[in-house]
């Protein structure tokens, strides 16, 4: 990385993922906003329009934000774990993490969240360093670099098992969204 600059993530080619995006996947929402959501990596439809979460899983994490009384256009900054798209939608490989870590490290810098929500396994591991057990780590707080960090069930985790039932992780994960917006007012 030579110029940490967020324009320049638009012509990355640090990693082998720059071969095969059509777009790189920067940001979605409000910079100025006291909560940041990272994801794991853009899917098909985040690759064709250079938005984070616009595809299903975004559109129920949008859904459930709003639920909860958060709007994705005003209350939080979103983006992903790697800014482009893995082929066959893959997980990120560790060096393709590795490569990513700068930018994301920037976002976090120019956003300077007070609450970071980590939207799946990959953002937990990549800001955690903390592999799998998601059923354990979601809905329990964390501390890191002196911000309040939330690990959450991946919205492609919830349209896998889509049980609306009290106890299911649609629920569960509405209420660390709500956690999360209850938070944010104690500030
Ligand atoms: N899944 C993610 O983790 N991020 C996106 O932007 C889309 C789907
Ligand atoms: Fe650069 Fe990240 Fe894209 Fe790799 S995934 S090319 S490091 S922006």
């Not at 975004?58 to 790697?82: H, K, S, T, W």
């Not at 810098?109 to 007070?114: H, I, K, S, T």
């Amino acid at each position: 990385m030579t110029l940490h600059s967020l324009e320049n993530c638009g012509v990355c080619t640090a990693c082998d993922l720059s071969r095969t995006r059509q777009t790189v996947v920067i940001s979605r929402g409000d910079p100025a906003a006291s909560l940041m959501l990272i994801g794991e990596a853009p899917g098909a439809k985040e690759d064709e329009s250079g938005r984070p979460f616009v595809g299903r899983s975004g559109q129920l994490l949008d859904q459930l934000l709003r639920e909860v009384g958060l709007d994705p256009d005003r209350d939080l900054y979103i983006c992903n774990a790697v800014k482009c798209r893995p082929p066959g939608n893959r997980r990120p490989k560790k060096g393709e993490l590795l490569s990513c870590r700068p930018w994301l490290d920037l976002q976090i810098e120019l956003v300077n969240p007070e609450v970071i929500v980590l939207v799946g396994s990959t953002a937990v591991e990549a800001i955690l360093g903390i592999k799998g057990g998601m059923t354990q780590l979601r809905g329990q707080w964390q501390h890191w670099q002196e911000r309040s960090v939330l690990p959450i069930f991946h919205p492609s985790y919830l349209l896998r098992n889509p049980s609306k039932a009290e106890g299911a992780p649609t629920d569960l994960t509405r209420q660390d969204l709500d956690a999360v917006r209850r938070r944010l007012c104690e500030r």
